[in-house]
């Protein structure tokens, strides 16, 4: 099974502020890696998938980069509706397994 | 508009069973997979079961492999997650979400096993 790892596991960041996170596999998962944000109470979103492709409705400010083994999710200004939980999951090899840990990203 | 919505949870006893639903519209149940995905209360996202496009094929997660069953009902463009042997630790919110890109989930529906 595929083992994503996620750091940091918290960033604390100010509204304007940029955000990295990042999404290790245990072994290549070519470009096959999506990210989905989880606000408190509520369901997850598919924010970026397939590595670098915007979800509908997600906007420019956010965007995916990496391919084989390291993938980052950045946020180019965090705004108060980007704070939560990011998760990332492959589908290179199906079934896909276990999502990453996650990152909360929360107020400074 | 996709949308999916999930029914059918609430409190069983240790041991009991429960049958979750995943009524969908806005699009043909029979083109794409659909995932179920719990979360347990404060903890991070568990993939747990896929059944693919055809019908056929299925997956279990090795926690629910052998206790909980995936089908659907194209005629009702639905899904089911069957839960038997039910533990404390089967406990959570369970959402149902579209094909491999997971792009679209349900609000959740909550599963409380407990005496």
């Known amino acids: 099974e595929i083992v994503l790892t996620q750091s940091p596991a918290t960033l604390s960041l100010s509204p304007g502020e940029s955000a990295t996170l990042s999404c290790r596999a245990s072994?290549?998962?070519?470009?096959?890696l999506n990210w989905y944000h989880q606000k408190p109470g509520q369901a997850p979103r598919l924010v970026i998938y397939d590595a670098s492709i915007r979800a509908t409705g997600i906007p420019d400010t956010f965007s995916g980069s990496g391919y084989g083994t390291d993938f980052t999710l950045t946020i180019s200004s965090v705004q108060s509706e980007d704070f939560g939980v990011y998760y990332c999951?492959?589908?290179?090899?199906?079934?896909?397994?276990?999502f990453g840990r996650g990152t909360r990203v929360d107020v400074k | 508009e996709v949308q999916l919505v999930e029914s059918g949870g609430g409190l069983a006893q240790p041991g009991g069973s429960l049958r979750l639903s995943c009524v969908t519209s806005g699009y043909n149940i029979i083109t794409l997979g659909m995932n179920w995905v719990r979360q347990a209360p404060g903890k991070g996202l568990e993939w747990i079961s896929f059944i693919g496009s055809s019908g056929v094929t299925v997956y279990y997660a090795d926690s629910v492999r052998g206790r909980f069953r995936i089908s659907r009902d194209i005629a009702k463009n639905s899904f089911y997650l069957e839960l038997d042997g039910l533990t404390a630790e089967d406990t959570a919110v369970y959402y149902c979400?579209?094909?491999?890109?997971?792009?679209?989930w349900g609000p959740g529906t909550l599963v409380t096993v407990s005496s």
């Open positions: 979400a579209r094909d491999q890109i997971l792009d679209y």
């Open positions: 999951q492959q589908r290179d090899a199906w079934p896909p397994g276990a």
């Open positions: 072994q290549s998962v070519r470009k096959y």
